[in-house]
């Protein structure tokens, strides 16, 4: 257990309203990611960060944003839902250090439908 | 941009077949890993391998990593319902933060 958590589960929401979507972890890890995964697909990279205030894009980033002000939360923004962006969604944390091959461990996910 | 083709995309066998699962590429990796995806559930790592020709076992799980580290397979034995699930690979590129997926084999395991 990497002590990762996503809020929320579970959320239903209009097209044009803005969401934001939030990775908690309790181990301190430097690395967190935003994946997306839709049927077909696998998982597909959104953003990802590499410490507080750094972040880069993925493959998939156009209409979402995101923001690491503190080291243990990672917050997904779609700052205007598309239909396109009903998805589930995971947050990871990947390790780092002696014996770790990037390896990432993730949370239990976010089920985002877009009316 | 690096790929990962994984075959087949969906399995449906009895329980105590064997399958095998191909994940290819033309890129070379690092290391590579192997996820199982339950439903409503995150990826749960199973293993990674680093070394070329490297074969590593888990329990009825056998997974192998190519001389030129560039495919992969996962070989299931005598398969279990328990064994059902979505399953991924994924690979890192040397110095890479990022990694790359296959688009998952769902195995079904009919009792």
């Known amino acids: 257990d990497a002590g990762i958590t996503q809020s929320p589960r579970h959320k239903v929401t209009e097209t044009g309203t803005p969401v934001t979507l939030r990775c908690h972890q309790t181990?301190?890890?430097?690395?967190m990611y935003w994946y997306r995964q839709d049927p077909g697909h696998g998982l597909r990279l959104i953003h990802y960060?590499?410490?507080?205030?750094?972040?880069d894009k993925g493959e998939v980033s156009d209409g979402y944003s995101v923001s690491r002000s503190k080291t243990e939360d990672f917050l997904l923004t779609l700052e205007s839902a598309t239909s396109s962006q009903t998805s589930v969604y995971f947050c990871?944390?990947?390790?780092?250090?002696?014996?770790?091959?990037?390896?990432?461990?993730f949370g239990p996910g976010t089920r985002l439908t877009v009316l | 941009t690096q790929l990962l083709e994984q075959s087949p995309q969906f399995l449906s066998i009895q329980e105590g077949e064997n399958l095998t699962v191909y994940c290819n590429s033309s890129?070379?990796?690092?290391?590579l890993q192997w996820y199982r995806q339950e439903p409503g559930e995150g990826p749960v790592l199973l293993v990674t391998?680093?070394?070329?020709?490297e074969v590593k076992k888990l329990k009825r799980l056998t997974f192998q990593f190519g001389d030129a580290r560039k495919d992969s397979s996962l070989h299931i034995t005598a398969a279990q319902p328990g064994d059902t699930g979505l399953y991924l690979c994924?690979?890192?590129?040397?110095?890479?933060?990022?990694?790359?997926f296959g688009q998952g084999t769902r195995l079904t395991i009919n009792p």
């Open positions: 990871a944390i990947r390790n780092v250090g002696p014996g770790s091959y990037n390896e990432q461990f």
């Open positions: 181990e301190n890890h430097r690395y």
């Open positions: 960060s590499y410490g507080v205030k750094d972040t």
């Open positions: 890129s070379v990796f690092s290391s």
């Open positions: 391998v680093v070394t070329g020709g």
């Open positions: 994924a690979g890192a590129a040397m110095g890479a933060q990022k990694l790359v």
